[in-house]
């Protein structure tokens, strides 16, 4: 397991007088466990390679981390032991400080879980709100961790601070205020169970989110993260285009949306979201659909959906609620958990126009006998809140043309089909076998079922209508986007 660290700590220690107190204690109660979610812990810290937690078990080696003094502390026989001459505006790794920095500071602290022999991390955020980095690399998607970290309020009487866990940036829990005990410092521990969802990396931060001159001192320790062996259901569901906006998702005519995110979060059983604990994020697929995969069991998550993701059409709007309950239980899978946006229809134009087809013997004239190139052009204005498959093109041929039904360019190399297809800014899927058709009716087609002819190879006099059905959603960018049709008809 590979691991970056990045420390950044800034501020300075409060400059008035108290009566330092006495001892420690080990609180473990707030915790959201693996155990609590019927899994248990396999394997040790991937975060960090030390023993004796997060911050290090180092004694002044060379090869240790950090390999120099990590604060400008007294160091008793190659160990850094106290802290006598913690400067302002640093931060550092402490180990066992028996006697305070000052009289604001309880006494006699030493590592929660390792003792005196471990290490931990202690700030005090005059100006500047630390932040600690930890990078996870390697990590196995589709997979529950328990991530947790222990935290103090190192002052008997300090105002307190509150400390963010966060993952890939996002705020996963809140510690609430780091509560000052006259009696003895508290540590306590805070834990949760997080999915890894389709990440093979995962950032986690620690960030201080209070500053001041009086108090806010902090320590961090043991932070780890730790497979956690839960067998979970899974969560999905799709994001679409609501054509009809009757708020259901039919997946035979209404197209999904791509590349949009949905986050899932553990409510607690509570209705205050400063206690909602984020599990984890994913995007839709190429056809609307997403999935969280072996989430632990839990009867109070959340679906949030990114109602402002960039990858949206620009005339969406949410059409169904943008966050939506979900029950989950060790032996079922939640489905059908869509989100559908309300879009703004399409302005479909149409030019259609025609030139003399380059052939040798050409007279360059649109004379009887000639054979005349047509062009049709679709092009999307305006939005793209339209059924899958939906376009149709039905093109009347007039009674003095015959439609030429053979390779449309003779030996070139544009197509060997008789009619050529060719997009710009849009990714309809276009394939002739399927998607041209012919009618020989007086009568104008009412859909692409209507087209039935099966035309002669050559001119054939028949054809009264071209009838065309690309696949798909014509997607609105920044620019229009446009397809267009190019056959040839032999003028009569």
């Given amino acids: ?44 810290n991937i975060l960090t390679d030390f023993d004796n937690g997060t911050f290090g078990t180092e004694n002044g080696a060379a090869d240790q981390s950090p390999s120099s003094n990590p604060y400008p502390g007294q160091i008793e026989a190659g160990v850094f032991a106290n802290f006598y001459s913690f400067f302002h505006g640093a931060y550092g790794y402490i180990a066992n400080p028996v006697n305070p920095r000052n009289a604001y500071q309880h006494s006699n602290i030493t590592d929660p879980v390792y003792g ?29 961790y328990e991530l947790s ?43 949760f169970v997080f999915n890894s969802g389709n990440r093979t990396t995962i950032l986690i931060g620690l960030r201080s989110l209070e500053t001041g ?5 902090f320590y961090l320790d043991n932070v780890e993260m730790k497979f956690c062996s839960i067998s979970g259901s899974d969560i999905s569901g799709n994001i679409y285009s609501d054509v009809d906006r009757d708020n259901v998702y039919q997946a035979a005519r209404e197209a999904g949306l791509a590349s949009i995110g949905v986050a899932l979060y553990d409510t607690q059983g509570d209705s ?29 998550y959340e679906l949030r959906l990114t109602i402002d ?62 054979d005349m190139e047509y062009s049709v052009q679709v092009i999307n204005t ?35 089909d008789p009619l050529v297809f060719q997009q710009t800014g849009t990714s309809l899927d276009f394939d002739y076998a399927r998607d041209v058709r012919y009618s020989d009716a007086a009568a104008p087609p009412v859909n692409f079922g209507d087209c039935n002819y099966t035309p002669t190879i050559g001119y054939d006099p028949n054809i009264t209508y071209i009838c065309v059905n690309p696949k798909g959603v014509m997607r609105v960018h920044s620019s229009n986007p446009s397809f267009t049709l190019k056959f040839r008809m032999l003028i009569n």
């Fill in 309 to 370: 993701d960039p990858d949206l059409p620009s005339s969406s709007v949410p059409g169904t609620a943008a966050v939506l309950p979900v029950n989950l239980t060790s032996s079922s899978n939640s489905t059908n958990n869509d989100f559908g946006f309300d879009i703004a229809r399409p302005n479909f134009s149409v030019n259609k126009s025609s030139t003399v087809f380059d052939r040798a013997g050409s007279s360059g004239f649109s004379i009887p006998g000639e």
């Fill in 213 to 217: 001159p009086s108090g806010r001192d």
């Fill in 116 to 144: 005196a022999t471990g290490r931990f991390f202690a700030s005090d955020p005059n100006t500047d709100t630390p932040v600690i980095n930890f990078t996870a690399l390697d990590v196995s998607p589709n997979q529950n």
């Fill in 382 to 416: 305006g939005g793209e809140g339209m059924d899958i498959d939906s376009v149709i093109i039905f093109d009347q041929l007039p009674e003095n043309l015959t439609f030429f039904h053979d390779d449309f360019d003779g030996s070139g190399a544009e197509t060997v």
């Fill in 149 to 191: 970290f222990w935290a103090a309020n190192s002052e008997p009487n300090g105002a307190p601070n509150d400390i963010n866990f966060e993952i890939d940036g996002i705020v996963s829990l809140n510690t609430g205020p780091l509560l000052a005990f006259s009696s003895a410092l508290e540590w306590k521990k805070y834990s």
């Fill in 272 to 300: 205050d979201p400063a206690n909602d604990i984020y599990v984890g994020q994913t995007d839709s697929t190429a056809d609307g659909s997403f999935a969280f995969i072996n989430v632990p069991p839990n009867a109070d």
């Fill in 1 to 44: 397991m590979t691991v970056k660290t990045v420390l950044l700590a800034l501020g300075f220690w409060a400059l008035f007088s108290q009566t330092a107190q006495a001892a420690q204690t080990i609180n473990t109660t707030s915790s959201t466990s693996c155990s609590a979610q019927s899994g248990a812990l396999v394997g040790g």
